[in-house]
């Protein structure tokens, strides 16, 4: 079963809209860490925001929010007054807590979601 | 600029021929990662190496052969691929402290090496 789900596989917002990507997950571990990552056509794939498990708040960086629903296993992304530059990859991504062994873990990616903003 | 740099950017390799991916990242962190991104596919996890140390070896074939002299550097040695090896290869890196701490363990890319093989 996939962990990470991005259900749009592609999208054309106007620009200077709010942006809503979405991504559910699936884990039974209690402690884990969701990301976003920016991925443009030159390949870099740029972190932009980070929520965990045990977090109270919805987090935001910028321009960028985190719509945590974890009842819902929900993690969707906001961009807020898109701009032209905004147009790549987005991807939603999970690490699970690496247990009492310890040690570096990888991210289970989603299949992204292309996002295009139109002037 | 990213703090962890790849090279080459692109490569144009022969099935016969052997070449190496380098990664460095100026991070200080602790733990590195290759991953691969073919066409219409998820990234796909291949090494991870924490404290010098492979940890992780997620069923990759033996036509790539990664090497972590350090923390700061990892490679990718690569011979006798086929066609179907082409894709981006994304080098990443973080500061891993163990149990409970996935708030502190963001994983930082590189810009990813776009190979061909031919």
């Known amino acids: 079963a996939q962990k990470i789900t991005q259900t749009q596989p592609g999208m054309f917002v106007q620009e200077k809209e709010a942006v809503t990507l979405d991504c559910t997950y699936d884990?039974?571990?209690?402690?884990?860490?969701l990301f976003w990552y920016k991925q443009p056509s030159s390949g870099e794939m740029i972190f932009l925001i980070y929520q965990g498990s045990y977090d109270q708040q919805n987090a935001t960086e910028g321009r960028y929010s985190l719509n945590f629903q974890k009842a819902r296993k929900s993690a969707n992304l906001v961009i807020s007054a898109s701009q032209l530059g905004d147009s790549a990859m987005y991807f939603c991504a999970m690490r699970e807590d690496l247990g009492s062994g310890g040690g570096a873990d990888g991210l289970t990616f989603g299949k992204g979601t292309h996002l295009i903003i139109q002037p | 600029e990213t703090g962890v740099t790849q090279t080459p950017r692109h490569l144009v390799m022969g099935m016969t021929n052997k070449k190496s991916l380098k990664c460095e990242q100026h991070?200080?962190?602790?733990?590195m990662y290759w991953y691969k991104q073919s066409a219409k596919k998820p990234l796909e996890l291949m090494f991870v190496y924490n404290f010098k140390e492979q940890t992780e070896n997620n069923s990759v074939p033996s036509r790539f052969s990664p090497e972590c002299p350090n923390s700061s550097h990892l490679f990718l040695h690569l011979h006798t691929l086929q066609p179907e090896d082409s894709a981006l290869y994304l080098c990443?890196?973080?500061?891993?402290?163990?149990?409970?701490?996935?708030?502190?363990?963001?994983?930082?890319f590189g810009e990813g090496s776009w190979l061909t093989v031919v």
């Open positions: 991070l200080g962190h602790n733990a």
């Open positions: 990443a890196s973080s500061q891993d402290v163990g149990q409970g701490a996935i708030g502190g363990n963001t994983i930082y």
């Open positions: 884990t039974s571990d209690p402690s884990y860490g």
